[in-house]
């Protein structure tokens, strides 16, 4: 029986996994991942603190016939196809890795400043808001702000200190950065922009947060959310990995003979050769399900959805796609939506021609300026 295996049971991994099996009821598949609590989704773990109910992802995988071996994967034997584990080796046909990334602990971070990537790291950062009046949340971007917005829901007084002199300003322009800004303030989060931090004193329920100007924040509890690292230390001296710590792949997310990397960990070169990564659910995705339909049918695909993103803050919904950083793009904004739930859509042009776009509450705009960005960037790979 021909075996694939996958390593890391999260959106690239899982949708790989899934999508084999719909594909094909013959092939063994093996989903390898270190996280006990796995198969789970991230998105939801900072959308909300309400109920903490132990993932149950585990259970469909049986109904598929789909193996899950909860160990960590420590190398591969690329000339035996074996993947070194924890608990023994294990024999591959094809083998997928989507390990995905590990949150960035900044070196003033002690046990008492809390991340969240896992669902262990949820009900940990549930537990102690129970017992805390204020939080610091220190990061800026999506994870940091959607934390933040949780935060304040359950009426914690909330701190956000970011780096950016706007929030979200560099990256999604003037106009998205104000009225997400508005959005926080609005619902009770205050914030400090333009802010580095230099050390956090103290342990849990008495923390200051001392920044690099010398302001001082107190607080009982803080939360940082500055980015993630690929979970990739595993592989290194593989020669999988591209300077970046990333799995370096193909076009077609190829990395060596019979092996594909999926997800936050991987790099993957786009047609005109650069090479491109995402941090987001959809593409990891789809990347999975894309490299189960070459497996199946033997075939090598380009990946070439342009990336998408989403997210959500005080029930104001943010999407994006596509090439966003208001540094480098010209960028016009369009107003719509209500008085309660002002709407927003910002095209980013570079040269005239629309690149990518973000919209706050306008899913219909959004979807028609997908539509064009999609047309536009299939024409371009046409005429390269
Ligand atoms: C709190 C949070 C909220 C998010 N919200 C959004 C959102 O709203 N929209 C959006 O687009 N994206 C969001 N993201 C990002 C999104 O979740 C990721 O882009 C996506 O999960 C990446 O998928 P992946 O399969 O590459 O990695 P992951 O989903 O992280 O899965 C990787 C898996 O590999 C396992 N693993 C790692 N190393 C090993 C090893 N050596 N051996 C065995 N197993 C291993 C890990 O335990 C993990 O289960 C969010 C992320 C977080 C943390």
């Known amino acids: 029986m021909r075996t694939t295996v996958v ?9 790989c996994a899934k999508r084999l099996r719909e594909l094909d009821a013959d092939w063994r598949i093996i989903l390898v991942d270190k996280d006990r609590d796995a198969p789970y989704e991230r998105p939801p773990l900072s959308k909300g603190l309400s109920g903490a109910a132990k993932p149950n992802g585990a259970a469909g995988l049986v109904d598929a016939s789909i193996e899950l071996v909860s160990t960590a994967a420590e190398g591969i034997d690329l000339g035996a196809h074996a993947l070194l584990t924890a608990r023994g080796a294990i024999a591959y046909d094809k083998l997928v890795l989507a390990p995905g990334s590990t949150p960035t602990r900044p070196h003033w971070a002690n046990d008492d400043v809390l991340s969240l990537h896992s669902h262990a790291d949820s009900l940990r950062l549930r537990d102690r808001v129970r017992d805390a009046r204020s939080v610091v949340v220190v990061g800026g971007g999506y994870v940091g702000a959607e934390v933040a917005a949780s935060l304040a ?3 914690v007084e909330v701190t956000l200190v970011f780096r950016d002199r706007a929030l979200f300003g560099s990256r999604l322009g003037g106009d998205v950065s104000a009225l997400l800004a508005a959005v926080h303030e609005e619902a009770g989060v205050s914030l400090v922009a333009g802010a580095e931090v230099e050390r956090v004193d103290g342990r849990f329920g008495e923390m200051t947060v001392v920044l690099s100007d010398q302001r001082r924040i107190d607080t009982d509890l803080v939360v940082v959310g500055i980015g993630s690292v690929p979970d990739t230390g595993w592989l290194s001296g593989s020669g999988l ?10 076009a077609c997310l190829r990395v060596a003979d019979g092996v594909w990397a999926a997800g936050d960990s991987v790099s993957w070169q786009v ?5 491109m990564t995402s941090a987001h659910w959809t593409a990891a995705r789809s990347q999975g399900r894309q490299i189960a ?3 199946v049918s033997g075939t090598a695909t380009p990946f070439l959805e342009l990336p998408y993103f989403w997210s959500m803050q005080h029930g104001h919904l943010v999407q994006g796609i596509g090439a966003i950083d208001a540094k480098v793009a010209d960028v016009d904004t369009v107003r719509g939506g209500t008085e309660t739930k002002p709407g927003i859509l910002t095209t980013f042009r570079v040269d005239g021609v629309p690149r990518g776009a973000v919209a706050v509450n306008d899913p219909r705009g959004f979807l028609a300026v997908r539509a064009e960005l999609d047309e536009l960037a299939l024409a371009s790979r046409r005429a390269g």
């Open 241 to 250: 990995l591209g300077q970046d710590g990333r799995i370096a792949a193909d």
């Open 271 to 275: 047609v005109d050769g650069v090479p």
């Open 7 to 15: 390593v890391g049971a999260g959106a690239a991994g899982l949708a």
């Open 153 to 155: 829901a359950v009426g």
């Open 293 to 295: 339909e070459d497996i």
